[in-house]
């Protein structure tokens, strides 16, 4: 079992940076891939950035590639997201999730464990 609690979600203007924490709880957070996916007013859930357990391997989505970047501390048990550049287009829910032994998927259903979300959003 993983616990996910996010975190540093806000309102920012569009340019601006924020940086999102995941902490979580649960032994096999060092052994589980790591994402941000998010999900804006009436839009599916998306795909932002993942990383594998060991922080050797990050993917993006590529609206966000260039200006966000994934990455963690397994001795803390948290991951983040550092947002630069940002765009109203971000705005939207931000989602941590875990996938147990995984590798990084794009694909939400391979994700086990979800925190609650964190609201980000972008003002023009």
């Known amino acids: 079992q993983v616990q996910l609690v996010e975190s540093g979600g806000g309102l920012v203007q569009a340019g601006g940076s924020l940086r999102l924490s995941c902490a979580a709880s649960?032994?096999?957070?060092?052994?589980?891939?790591m994402a941000w996916f998010r999900q804006a007013p009436g839009k599916e859930r998306e795909f932002a950035a993942a990383?594998?357990?060991?922080?050797?391997?990050?993917y993006y989505a590529d609206s966000v590639k260039g200006r966000f970047t994934i990455s963690r501390d397994n001795a803390k048990n948290t991951v983040y997201l550092q947002m630069n550049s940002l765009k109203p287009e971000d705005t939207a829910v931000y989602y941590c999730?875990?996938?147990?032994?995984?590798?990084?998927?794009?694909?939400?259903?391979?994700?086990?464990?979800w925190g609650q979300g964190t609201q980000v959003t972008v003002s023009s």
């Open positions: 649960g032994r096999t957070f060092g052994v589980s891939a």
């Open positions: 990383i594998t357990w060991s922080g050797a391997r990050t």
């Open positions: 999730a875990a996938d147990h032994l995984g590798g990084g998927s794009s694909v939400p259903s391979n994700y086990d464990y």
